[in-house]
């Protein structure tokens, strides 16, 4: 066995880095010189949170910024800084700054939540370094010069609850040649005109996530994009213009009146929808040269038109390879059984609905039918407190019709999810 003496000092860096919190890390490379050489030279990690630590919110903020800079300026070697003072108050921009400027040699990530007065310009005191993922936090950004705040090898961007004008996010993607993924959370995007339009572009781009954001129009250029997820947004128009390389829509609690991702679809090997108003004819058709789509999530949808139906010959036939199928019960009347088309590779499928009804026990019987190689069913219900005699006999024939099922499909593993 290996005493902890005997170990190289680049091992105790990395045991020290992997604590992450400062108040830890401190402690800890009190333990000896040999692990305060450590912590000089080789810790690469380092976190101040302010719900790690209950006393942060004791000391004065003059304290802390003295506290903060005395343990970053005792390492040499930081590659990931974490300062996250979500409900404290604001900083000195001086520290902040010092903060900055000391690890921007060897920083390559940096995730920022700092109230400063005055503002800090990250994007100004961060450009032109090996930084590679930079997320930022209640912080506002402005006055963006591609041509000078660069971005040479940064990979990841995040920005929540940040303020910046569309001009300014569309300039920062062009300062970032190689960024593949985007995050925009609850952005205060300031817009030059009446209408609310933002076009976004990046030939490097592979992942975007876009929560709570409201725009008239919203334009993303990504030929290299694989995975969109736009959740509790309000959009007039979202349009994708790409080269087909997207794998993975997911749609979540989203109100847009015209959704776009392009022609080519051949590559989507996932669609999760969910809480969603479509109108299904049109969403089909968009999706139905998915050839290699491998999970399809239709939850809690609501249709544009009553008489729209689910085409579950059509899902088949369009199809072949989809593995994992998963229906909300809010489609019953419209999803129907029509034609003999099995879901040939389906091994997992979950239904769910929100108000018990006979025809459901129908619907899973139906479909578990067109499954030949199912192997796993998930049954999702609500189930109210206070239930009529109606509804518990309802629920008792249910019950009744999976045990039936259960004896029938006995290879099927079958589990139950209610609330």
Same mark, same amino acid.
């Given at each position: 066995?290996?005493?902890?003496?005997?170990?190289?000092?680049?091992? #105790?860096?990395?045991?020290?880095?992997?604590?992450?919190?400062?108040?830890?890390?401190? #402690?800890?490379? =009190?333990?000896?010189?040999?692990?305060?050489? =450590?912590?000089?030279?080789?810790?690469?990690?380092?976190?101040?949170?302010?719900?790690?630590?209950?006393?942060?919110?004791?000391?004065?903020?003059?304290?802390?910024? &003295?506290?903060?800079?005395?343990?970053?300026?005792?390492?040499?070697?930081?590659? !990931?800084? $974490? /300062?996250?003072?979500?409900?404290?108050?604001?900083?000195?921009?001086?520290?902040? /700054?010092?903060?900055?400027?000391?690890?921007? %040699?060897?920083?390559?990530?940096?995730?920022?939540?700092?109230?400063?007065?005055?503002?800090?310009? &990250?994007?100004?005191? !961060?450009?032109?370094?090996?930084?590679?993922?930079?997320?930022?936090?209640?912080?506002?950004?402005?006055?963006?010069?591609?041509?000078?705040?660069?971005?040479?090898?940064?990979?990841?961007?995040?920005? $929540?609850?940040?303020?910046?004008?569309?001009?300014?996010?569309?300039?920062?993607?062009?300062?970032?040649?190689?960024?593949?993924?985007?995050?925009?959370?609850?952005?205060?995007?300031?817009?030059?005109?009446?209408?609310?339009?933002?076009?976004?572009?990046?030939?490097?781009?592979?992942? &975007?996530?876009?929560?709570?954001?409201?725009?008239?129009?919203?334009?993303?250029?990504?030929?290299?994009?694989?995975?969109?997820?736009?959740?509790? !947004?309000?959009?007039?128009?979202?349009?994708? #213009?790409?080269?087909?390389?997207?794998?993975?829509?997911?749609?979540?609690?989203?109100?847009?009146?015209?959704?776009?991702?392009?022609?080519?679809?051949?590559?989507?090997?996932?669609?999760?929808? $969910?809480?969603?108003?479509?109108?299904?004819?049109?969403?089909?058709?968009?999706?139905?040269?998915?050839?290699?789509?491998?999970?399809?999530?239709?939850?809690?949808?609501?249709?544009?038109?009553?008489?729209?139906?689910?085409?579950?010959?059509?899902?088949?036939? !369009?199809?072949?390879?989809?593995?994992?199928?998963?229906?909300?019960?809010?489609?019953? %009347?419209?999803?129907?059984?029509?034609?003999?088309?099995?879901?040939?590779?389906?091994?997992?499928?979950?239904?769910?609905?929100? #108000?018990?009804?006979?025809?459901?026990?129908?619907?899973?019987?139906?479909?578990?039918?067109?499954?030949?190689?199912?192997?796993?069913?998930? &049954?999702?219900?609500?189930?109210?407190?206070?239930?009529?005699?109606?509804?518990?006999?309802?629920? =008792?024939?249910?019950?009744?019709?999976?045990?039936?099922?259960?004896?029938?499909?006995?290879?099927?593993?079958?589990?139950?999810?209610?609330?």
């Amino acid at each position: 066995m290996v005493r902890m003496d005997h170990l190289p000092v680049e091992v #105790i860096g990395n045991i020290l880095s992997r604590l992450r919190a400062a108040r830890d890390v401190v #402690i800890a490379s =009190a333990t000896c010189k040999k692990w305060r050489e =450590a912590w000089r030279n080789h810790l690469h990690t380092l976190s101040f949170n302010s719900s790690d630590w209950s006393v942060y919110h004791d000391l004065t903020t003059s304290r802390l910024e &003295i506290l903060i800079t005395q343990t970053i300026f005792q390492t040499t070697a930081l590659q !990931c800084l $974490s /300062i996250f003072m979500d409900d404290v108050d604001e900083f000195s921009a001086a520290p902040v /700054i010092a903060w900055l400027m000391y690890t921007r %040699d060897t920083l390559r990530q940096l995730h920022y939540n700092v109230r400063t007065t005055p503002n800090v310009n &990250i994007i100004e005191k !961060c450009s032109r370094q090996k930084l590679e993922v930079l997320a930022l936090a209640h912080n506002s950004v402005t006055g963006v010069e591609p041509s000078y705040q660069k971005f040479p090898c940064l990979k990841s961007l995040s920005l $929540s609850y940040v303020s910046i004008s569309a001009l300014d996010l569309s300039l920062l993607l062009t300062a970032c040649p190689k960024l593949t993924s985007l995050s925009l959370i609850n952005p205060d995007i300031a817009m030059s005109d009446a209408q609310a339009t933002m076009k976004l572009s990046s030939a490097s781009l592979k992942n &975007i996530y876009v929560e709570a954001v409201s725009l008239d129009n919203f334009t993303l250029e990504a030929d290299a994009l694989e995975n969109l997820h736009l959740k509790d !947004c309000t959009l007039e128009l979202f349009e994708l #213009i790409g080269k087909g390389s997207l794998k993975e829509l997911k749609i979540d609690d989203v109100s847009v009146l015209h959704l776009d991702i392009g022609e080519n679809t051949e590559n989507l090997q996932i669609v999760d929808v $969910s809480s969603f108003t479509i109108m299904w004819p049109k969403f089909y058709n968009m999706i139905s040269k998915s050839s290699n789509l491998r999970r399809l999530r239709l939850w809690g949808v609501v249709f544009d038109d009553e008489d729209e139906v689910v085409d579950l010959e059509n899902v088949s036939v !369009c199809f072949p390879l989809l593995s994992h199928l998963s229906l909300s019960y809010d489609l019953r %009347d419209v999803c129907g059984l029509q034609g003999t088309s099995r879901l040939e590779n389906v091994v997992v499928l979950e239904l769910g609905w929100t #108000i018990i009804s006979e025809l459901f026990s129908e619907w899973v019987a139906g479909l578990i039918e067109r499954c030949p190689k199912l192997r796993k069913l998930v &049954i999702y219900g609500v189930v109210s407190e206070a239930k009529s005699h109606e509804e518990c006999q309802t629920l =008792a024939n249910f019950t009744s019709a999976i045990v039936r099922l259960m004896r029938k499909y006995m290879h099927v593993e079958i589990q139950f999810e209610y609330e």
